[in-house]
């Protein structure tokens, strides 16, 4: 009987968790909707209660209520939510643990390093600048590959942002590098993703164009924020486009075409653009360099750079204020492959011995990844994946400061009145979910007696009832009732 309890409970669960989810409104207290729950549940689970005629009603009742509250949770708070500070610097943001925020003295920089996030702006800030900066596109694979286009970089001044309500932000990952593979339909490299502020149609950035790989139908790379380096071709094949994104308006843009490659025998990637410079063209068995990111931000570069502190390479990647450098090319055994773009640019794979596959753009720096390098038959390279991209945001550092005992007040007055409001909270939902076990009494008086009409039959004689068994004739003097 246990493992037929237990069966049960189960399937009980999954039905309500169909009921709840195709009527949700119905889970609301009010006495037509719980009907109409009622009946919805009578519906799908009576065939289920015949096939366990002997179950008690006090443990039907008991199983029943077991799995409506397995079904109703309260909702969780999401615990990465919450205020991030520096200095006199402070703002709230949807996940804690992908942002930082730093203090310049003039300045607050807020920066988002992976996937979705949403900033709301502090009392008195009505607009922010931007510098969103997109993935970067991966390497070509398998042999002579193109180096990967880095992420657009896009600027913007005074966007317009609220303290009574969140803006969203996305940090689009770099794309993947080709497979060690001749079979162009596998070794093809990915596209950097885009980065945005508000949505992907408000404020974008584009991702870098991929590197192209060798035995790909496409040969010249991807376009993209910055377009992909070109591979190996019988004949001239052009670096890929730089094509940036048009949402934003009054947006100042960085991106530009990768490096190709001439033709005929020259066994050897093209370079992907740089936010700041061309890819460079590859020529005679020589791999091209990926062009060079962009310094025109390196104030923003060197703000934020204490609390990137934390991201593998990027302090080193990213000296001088660059970023946004484009893939290096691959090439053959007599070389390594080329140099990566200042600003987090991967370098073609280095062969000779050493790994053939390309390096990676380097993390929240938009870099393209390297192209993959050739040695002979069976010794092949994958590329290197672009580097993920980066939102930052600015705004001016409040010109009316608190104290710091005025700052902990304020906090602690917050803090307080956030912890009340959430058991107020839970304590309404509790209320409102055992208000809801009456009702299932008597949703468990409804499915016993739909129950009982489908296993039996119902004899009367005067007001005296009895049931036999479906299919059997009544007592004598009893009357079958349909």
Known sequence: MNETVLAFSKQIRQILWVVRDSNPQHLKHGTDNFHQLNFNIVTQLSPQIIRIPKLGSGLLTFILIISLLSIISLPKANAATGTITAGNCSITVGETTTAVITDSGQYCYVAFRSGANSFTAPSGVTSVDLLVIA?????????????????????????????????????????????????GSENTANAGESSWVGSNTTFTAAGGGNGASFAAANRSGGDGGS?????????????????????????????????????????????????GATGTNSTSNIPGAGGAGTNAFSTWITAISSAMSSVSGWSTATTSGYIGGGGGGGTNAAR?????????????????????????????????????????????????AGGSGLVVIRYLVPTTLNTSAENAEVARVAAANAEAARKAKEQRELTEILALIPKIGELTLSLGETTRSLYSTKCVKGKTTKYVKKGSKCPKGFVRKR
């Open 135 to 183: 993935g970067g596109g991966g390497g070509g694979g398998g042999a002579f590959g193109g180096g990967g286009g880095s992420g657009e970089i896009a600027t913007l001044t005074n966007f317009t942002v609220s303290s009574s309500s969140s803006t969203n932000v996305s940090v689009g990952a770099g794309g993947g590098g080709g497979s060690a593979s001749l079979t």
């Open 227 to 275: 377009g992909g380096g070109a591979t190996e071709s019988d004949t001239p094949a052009a670096g890929a486009l730089s094509v940036k994104s048009t949402f934003g308006t009054g947006a100042i843009r960085y991106g530009n075409n990768g490096g190709s490659n001439p033709g005929g025998s020259n066994q050897a990637g093209g370079g992907g653009g740089g936010a």
């Open 336 to 384: 390594a492959g080329a140099a990566g773009g200042s600003g987090g640019g991967g370098a073609g794979g280095p062969g000779q011995g050493a790994s053939r596959n390309g390096v990676a753009g380097t993390a929240n720096t938009g870099g393209g990844g390297g192209g993959a390098t050739f040695e002979g038959d069976g010794l092949l390279g994958a590329g290197g």
